[in-house]
Antibody, heavy 121, light 116 residues
Framework: EVQLVESGGGLVQPGRSLRLSCAAS????????MHWVRQAPGKGLEWVSG????????EYADSVRGRFTISRDNAKNSLSLQMNSLRPEDTALYYC??????????????WGQGTPVTVSS | QSVLTQPPSASGTPGQRVTISCSGS????????VHWYQQLPGTAPKLLIY???QRPSGVPDRFSGSKSGTSASLAISGLRSEDGATYYC?????????????????FGGGTKLTVL
């Protein structure tokens, strides 16, 4: 069974940084793309960023491009999201999601439980 | 404002069949697969339908998906109380923004299904 466990969320002031992590188990990690998807309180799902199996293809949503950096360590079965210059509108529950294939355009077939990020002074 | 358009709400009684629509454009639904996710209250989303009409293992055949042109639909037959959830459609978008960057994944705004 695939398990994705996010960590690193918390309360942070606007303009500061935070690094999220996702530990994956129960899968051949380097066979699949990985993604971050967020959900603001009471709102819908928003894709944040994705990285293909070998980190050769990385994409970001317009709302975070230039501020967030996604990375993965296939040796450690882990995914990260470095979030800089945080804004109040980045407040959300951040989900780690497994892609259904090695490329970015596969569906999300497993999700973690999410880690909350609150950006407020 | 979501790129994919879904009705904000839907409802039905137990045993009924309900459908949820998802409208997009040529750069997303028109050229790529549509996927559907179910989010029960207070839980993480779960993959319900992938590649327009494929069900992951464990998803009842009461759930079905279809796509035509730039629109897609999720149908739930034999509605049950535990189907009360929010349903999201999603598709990959091949278009570029004003700065030449790929749009990537887009979601619908979600449809909250109430079982009366």
């Amino acid at each position: 069974e695939v398990q994705l466990v996010e960590s690193g969320g918390g309360l942070v002031q606007p303009g500061r940084s935070l690094r999220l992590s996702c530990a994956a188990s129960g899968l051949t990690f380097d066979d699949y793309a990985m993604h971050w998807v967020r959900q603001a309180p009471g709102k819908g799902l928003e894709w944040v960023s994705g990285i293909n199996w070998n980190s050769g293809s990385i994409e970001y949503a317009d709302s975070v491009r230039g501020r967030f950096t996604i990375s993965r360590d296939n040796a450690k079965n882990s995914l990260s999201l470095q979030m800089n210059s945080l804004r109040p509108e980045d407040t959300a529950l951040y989900y780690c999601a497994k892609g259904g294939q090695s490329t970015l355009n596969g569906w999300f077939d497993a999700w973690g439980q999410g880690t909350p990020v609150t950006v407020s002074s | 404002q979501s790129v994919l358009t879904q009705p904000p709400s839907a409802s039905g009684t137990p045993g009924q069949r309900v459908t949820i629509s998802c409208s997009g454009s040529s750069s997303n639904i028109g050229t790529n697969y549509v996927h559907w996710y179910q989010q029960l209250p207070g839980t993480a989303p779960k993959l319900l339908i992938y590649k327009n009409n494929q069900r992951p293992s464990g998803v009842p055949d009461r759930f079905s998906g279809s796509k035509s042109g730039t629109s897609a639909s999720l149908a739930i037959s034999g509605l049950r109380s535990e189907d009360g959830a929010t349903y999201y459609c999603a598709a990959w978008d091949d278009s570029l923004n004003a700065w030449g960057s790929l749009i990537g994944w887009v979601f619908g705004g979600g449809t909250k299904l109430t079982v009366l």
